[in-house]
């Protein structure tokens, strides 16, 4: 069940990051890209996070690599891109929801699978981070900007709360989906919330 | 035999990649680089690919940490850029030729990899694909440029078709060296016709 | 009694990473950087070689998975620099010598770590470098600047210097915490050789 739950939502997750991405490369300033880039772009920023986690934790095979569902959910995504991209540019609101909770989601499965290889809880809560943001820093990086993370409203920031908050859960032994959710949810609030009222973090400046 | 073909294939290919590593270095705009630059340049975008791949599979050891030869090919590629560099510019049209049988070897080769790790058939597509391209990816990355493949006339493309070859024959129960050249041959002619007639996939535009 | 010695001294320099990559995001140009993006490009910064000689050895579990202690090292080096950011800028010659120290170790731990795996002698003094630098690459990469190594006075190169002599040393039996003395001693010679008379390698030039 834990499973299932999990795994659809994950699913869903893949794809929303494929068109994230996808619609990154139609809208880049300076060149446009062809049909392969869109595809390549939503392909690196979908599975980017979740692979350098496992690759990190040894954590073989990487889910795209054994799980094939995952790639045709990227491949659904990038369709939906090439063939309707002004459907999916107008759908911008909707698809920001979807990706909210889409990092929600991979953070704290990301901080599960850490968990569940022996990890410690530090390296734990930033590897659920890291699975929910370096598709997009990848994404950037390739695309030759700085990447969101470094730009963007509290969002890194709100990974790292919810793996925290679902490692105090975990701790005090919360019912597993239960916590899921929980500490899904606050990476969405804070997400939704930072938005909302467009906060970032203090900044520091020294010169 | 298998092996002894597409190993000494597999090495030239190291070498020519080395160099239009090390040559990209070379001719960098902005920055004058300096002998190590040349090398780490070449290196990183000789094995960079295979590597990527390799880690991604779990593929352990990592083959140019087990076999020295190949960094013995990226020296002397290395070698040959900083001691005859005018020679090798003037032969561009020769190394393009041999760069892009490469990336066919190092195309089908990685598909071969991924298929003997009981990987899927679309994951394997795209490992081979990676295997060829992630070198150049990575080196265009460091360079601080957008990466070629989002620039050029049909690269990845191509080798996507020769992996998506190479797996459809080796379904039929083709002979496996066979393939190998047919599928690469594949690579090539792509790119080939491509760079010949400056043909690109078609651009997405929405804005 | 060595593994305490280079242990400590390891830390130390994870710490010294750390401030490095945190200062390094504080001053960048263009963009004024948050808490967050201050601690991450430190972080990078810090695990990143260990983190790319580690998964490309496949010598799992990686360290600062397995060590908490290394993220705490981490934490502290970044406190330090959002609590006294104009301490730590006005130290900069002192975290120069600490960051050459650094450097040092990195690539002879790292030499080191590739030997206990059985990797060839080139293979072995590539992964020591890699380890000192790479986390430095990846943090210029992610500022969307040309990687240091690029730009300035001899500085893998020296890398590379120590780890050969690391190598020759072990060859010749001579005692394991003498050699890494010896060796890391050489990097942080030539380092500052270097940088005192702004000594850098051959450029090459052929346009």
Chains 1, 2, 3 share one sequence.
């Not at 795209?64 to 107008?90: C, H, Q, R, S």
């Not at 920031?157 to 500490?183: F, H, K, P």
Request: with cysteine; hydrophobic share 55%; aromatic share 12%.
């Amino acid at each position: 069940m834990e499973f299932s739950f999990s795994y659809y939502i994950g699913l869903a997750g893949i794809m929303v990051f494929t068109i994230s991405g996808a619609t990154a490369a139609l809208e880049h300033k300076e060149h446009h890209h062809d049909v392969f880039s869109v595809f390549f772009t939503g392909f690196i920023t979908a599975i980017g996070g979740g692979t350098l986690r496992d690759i990190t934790l040894g954590n073989y095979p990487v889910s795209w690599v054994k799980d094939e569902n995952i790639l045709w959910a990227i491949f659904v995504g990038f369709l939906l891109v090439i063939l309707l991209p002004k459907v999916v540019t107008k759908l911008r609101n909707e698809l920001f929801l979807f990706d909210t909770l889409g990092i929600g989601i991979y953070t704290v499965l990301g901080t599960r699978i850490a968990l569940d290889h022996g990890v410690n809880a530090f390296a734990s809560a930033l590897l659920g981070m890291i699975s929910a943001i370096f598709g997009g820093v990848i994404r950037d990086t390739l695309m030759n900007e700085v990447p969101f993370i470094f730009r963007k409203e509290i969002y890194a920031t709100a990974c790292l709360a919810g793996s925290v908050l679902y490692l105090v859960l975990n701790e005090w032994e919360c019912q597993a989906n239960l916590n899921l959710i929980v500490s899904a949810s606050l990476v969405v609030c804070i997400r939704l919330v930072a938005v909302r009222f467009n906060l970032g973090l203090p900044k520091l400046k020294i010169f």
